[in-house]
């Protein structure tokens, strides 16, 4: 069964600062789809990123990219010039080609020190 | 386009009670779900709906009902509350061009 795991439940970063959120997972599929989202206090889930796994490009959106290490089963979230609202919990979230569940992880809770 | 909306926000039930939530897309999605999000545990599936007409189990099924009443809706209902399912509940739906989920509000869940 496909798993997916956030080994950090809680991160800390100073404003403008980079750090990166990690997030591993488990499958023996070859296409499938890796997401980040952000959930901010307001409990909306908010796609950040997306990565196509037929793609070997990282994805990047502004001050957020992705470091996928396909072999390692590895999908790290990297934030740039951290800022406050950036402050949240972050999932990582898995899809298999052609299926319809989504596997999500158990979260990183993110906190930016002013 | 309101995208992902759900009804209500928040909801206090007594053990035993039922009710159902409401959950609505206008973005002419194919996929609808129901999530149960609880602390330290993410997102749990309950049931999908893959297309209108069709439901299937999740991960946590058990004590809940679904029904795709048509495209645009999905509800989730609760027979007989149980403390155990005091959580925040999420539907999203997604078409399949882009794979991502779009997510409702959400709807906070207290059973005393």
């Known amino acids: 069964a496909q798993t997916v795991t956030q080994s950090q439940p809680e991160m800390s970063v100073q404003e403008a600062e980079t750090v990166t959120l990690s997030c591993t997972y488990d499958?023996?599929?070859?296409?499938?789809?890796l997401f980040w989202y952000k959930q901010p206090p307001s409990r909306q889930m908010i796609l950040v990123i997306r990565?196509?796994?037929?793609?070997?490009q990282n994805a990047t959106e502004n001050r957020f990219s992705v470091n996928f290490q396909k072999a390692a089963k590895s999908f790290s979230l990297k934030i740039s010039d951290s800022q406050l609202g950036d402050a949240a919990m972050y999932f990582c979230?898995?899809?298999?080609?052609?299926?319809?569940?989504?596997?999500f992880g158990t979260g990183t809770r993110l906190k930016v020190l002013a | 386009n309101a995208g992902v909306t759900q009804t209500p926000k928040f909801q206090v039930l007594k053990t035993g009670q039922s009710m159902t939530l409401q959950c609505a897309q206008d973005?002419?999605?194919?996929?609808m779900y129901w999530y149960r999000q609880d602390p330290g545990m993410g997102l749990r599936l309950i049931y999908y709906?893959?297309?209108?007409?069709?439901?299937d189990k999740g991960e946590v099924p058990n004590g809940y009902n679904v029904s795709r009443l048509n495209k645009r809706e999905f509800s989730l209902r609760l027979e007989s509350a149980a403390p155990s399912q005091t959580s925040v509940y999420f539907c999203?739906?997604?078409?399949?061009?882009?794979?991502?989920?779009?997510f409702g509000p959400g709807t906070r869940l207290t059973v005393l």
């Open positions: 979230a898995y899809k298999a080609s052609g299926t319809y569940k989504y596997i």
């Open positions: 499958t023996s599929e070859s296409d499938y789809y």
């Open positions: 990565q196509e796994a037929y793609k070997q």
């Open positions: 973005m002419n999605h194919n996929s």
């Open positions: 709906s893959a297309s209108e007409g069709t439901t």
């Open positions: 999203a739906s997604n078409g399949q061009s882009y794979n991502e989920q779009f």
